[in-house]
């Protein structure tokens, strides 16, 4: 088995304004062989640049948290969301689902039409986790921003699917569009 990606840590916050005033992006993500996590990354500089070249640096903050590390509270400070997460067995990531079920009660009817994004890495599919991860935010009563970002790796051999990952620069800047395009919109719609 490989060992669980533990690289970035627990949280990188790039600090926005007064607290309180700034918009809150949370990207909450899982990886096992790195390619969620240069995913969530790649989003977090996509927002973080955005809101620089909107002027709107000092009122805005990307928040990377690893989903066995976030809670309730980070969600409800927050004013929209990244999930992403790998597909394993046709479904999220155990992680990346525990994190919902553990914050799934405490926050519902508390975020109601707040946006979100969806970023699955997967070997060939990533359709299901996508699928699921959505009905949970339909759930939350959440507004999807975009349609899911979906990095297909080609990992489909056992080997392949342990090896530590490397995603492709055009799909991460995917996924730095997508980050961008929460940033826009938790700055201009409110
Ligand atoms: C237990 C397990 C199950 C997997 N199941 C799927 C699957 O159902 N569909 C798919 O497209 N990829 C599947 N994969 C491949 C991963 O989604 C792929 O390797 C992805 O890049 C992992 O993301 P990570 O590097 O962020 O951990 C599976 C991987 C593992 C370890």
């Known amino acids: 088995m490989s060992r669980p990606d533990r690289s970035a840590g627990a949280a990188v916050a790039v600090p926005g304004g007064a607290a309180g005033s700034a918009k809150r992006l949370l990207i909450v993500w899982h990886s096992r062989t790195g390619a969620a996590r240069q995913m969530a990354e790649a989003a977090a500089r996509g927002a973080t640049r955005a809101a620089e070249e909107l002027e709107e640096a000092a009122n805005f903050a990307a928040t990377l948290r690893r989903a066995a590390d976030a809670m309730p509270d980070d969600v409800l400070a927050s004013d929209g969301y990244l999930f992403c997460a790998p597909e394993n ?102």
């Not at 489909?156 to 492709?168: D, E, G, S, Y």
């Open 89 to 190: 067995l046709a479904s999220l990531s155990g992680e990346m689902k525990e994190f919902f079920d553990r914050c799934y009660y405490p926050v519902l009817d508390r975020i109601p039409g707040r946006a979100y994004a969806l970023a699955i890495s997967a070997g060939s599919d990533g359709e299901g986790a996508a699928r699921q991860a959505a009905r949970i935010c339909t759930g939350w009563r959440l507004r999807e921003a975009a349609p899911p970002v979906i990095v297909r790796l080609d990992a489909q051999t056992p080997q392949a699917i342990l090896a530590p990952k490397t995603v492709p620069a055009a799909e991460l800047a995917r996924c730095e569009e997508l980050g961008g395009l929460l940033a826009g919109l938790l700055l201009l719609q409110g």
